[in-house]
């Protein structure tokens, strides 16, 4: 079981940390990932995560701008958002898979079997 937090309403130009607490089940073993959806659009990939942390990958619109990180130990997902847009408002989803595989895999929502329940990121301009 994942569950999401950390989110808010913040103005642009401002940082937030998600995070994304695992129960259940070690993340130690997991791929894992956050995605984001805004009402009426598909959701959509933001960045995510090797089992050991040393494979990262991050959607362009983010880049530089976001972090995600995992503390194996504590069980628990992270991703640090700064410079935060009025374009990032939506849910974030974090989300877990089996394995990496690749890059198209990663990058698509049908292929992440677990997700958390969102936290909404509003950030006004």
């Known amino acids: 079981q994942l569950q999401a937090s950390g989110g808010g309403l913040v103005p642009a130009g401002t940082s937030l940390r998600l995070s994304c607490a695992a129960s259940?089940?070690?993340?130690?073993?997991?791929?894992m990932g956050w995605f984001r959806q805004v009402p009426g659009k598909e959701r959509e990939f933001v960045a995510a995560?090797?089992?050991?942390?040393?494979?990262?990958y991050y959607t362009d619109s983010v880049k530089g701008r976001f972090t995600i990180s995992r503390d194996n130990a504590e069980n628990t997902l992270y991703l640090r958002m700064i410079d935060l847009r009025p374009e990032d408002t939506a849910v974030y989803y974090c989300?877990?898979?089996?394995?990496?595989?690749?890059?198209?895999?990663?990058?698509?929502?049908?292929?992440?079997?677990?997700w958390g329940q969102g936290t909404q990121v509003t950030v006004s301009s």
């Open positions: 989300a877990a898979r089996g394995s990496w595989i690749s890059i198209p895999v990663i990058t698509s929502q049908r292929n992440w079997p677990y």
């Open positions: 259940r089940r070690p993340v130690s073993t997991y791929v």
């Open positions: 995560i090797g089992e050991t942390g040393r494979l990262r």
